[in-house]
Each structure stands twice: as C-alpha cells, then as structure tokens.
C-alpha cells in the first residue's frame, strides 16, 4: 500500500499564508495524478487542486489565484502553497494520488472517488 502523510497545517490570520507538504511512501514516476482536497464537519470532501505528470494542473474556483500545487523531481512530495488565505479556507487538507488520469479529476464533481490512497490530514484554521 502507498503511505501519504500531510503536513504544514496549521492556524493562521486572514491573508496569511501555509505551505502544505505529502510524503508519498513511493514514486509513481511519469503516471500520476496527485491532488489536494479539504472537508469540514457535515460536508462533502471537496477538489482543491490536482496535477498529474504531463504536466496539468487543476484548480477549483475557490483558489484560483491563491493556492499554488506542485510536486517535487522525485514525484514523492506534493505541495500546496497558499497565499491570502480566508476563513472558508479553514479545513481538514487531505493529499491523494493515483496512476494517470488528468488533473481535471481532481476537482470534478465526487472527484474523491477516482482515488484511493488518502493521507490522514492537516488541519488549517484561518481567523478573520
């Protein structure tokens, strides 16, 4: 089984910014899909923002503009930057992967469901 552990959650003021990280167990090479997805208490799991390895990305409309994904060379590390953060923005951060498949997915409606490799989360609780 592949292993993901979050980290970089934590709590921050309105217009702050967190870097998000997820250390995957093993490289999937060139056939992937990574994303980042976010839930709090009572609501669906919901897409942040994906990339696979041709190099799409994907962001929801929710981020544009603020939030950055990335991977480093060796394909084991996924970030999140994100930058003027809101209080919505608070919530569960949540990395997955998966073999190849566009980065759209990730921020598909029940996008969640294309993947099954999920780490345990990384809180982040923005103040206003």
């Known amino acids: 089984p592949v292993h993901l552990v979050e980290s970089g959650g934590g709590s921050v003021q309105a217009g702050g910014s967190l870097r998000l990280s997820c250390t995957i167990s093993?490289?999937?090479?060139?056939?992937?899909?990574m994303g980042w997805f976010r839930q709090t208490p009572g609501k669906e799991r919901e897409g942040v923002a994906g990339?696979?390895?041709?190099?799409?990305?994907s962001y929801a409309d929710f981020v544009k503009g603020r939030f950055t994904v990335s991977v480093d060379s060796a394909k084991t590390t996924l970030y999140l930057q994100m930058n003027n953060l809101k209080p919505e923005d608070t919530a569960m951060y949540y990395c997955a992967v998966e073999g190849f498949r566009p980065a759209k997915v990730v921020v598909a409606v029940n996008g969640e469901n294309a993947f099954g490799d999920w780490g345990q989360g990384t809180q982040v609780t923005v103040s206003s």
């Open positions: 990339i696979d390895s041709n190099g799409g990305t």
């Open positions: 093993v490289s999937f090479g060139n056939d992937y899909c």
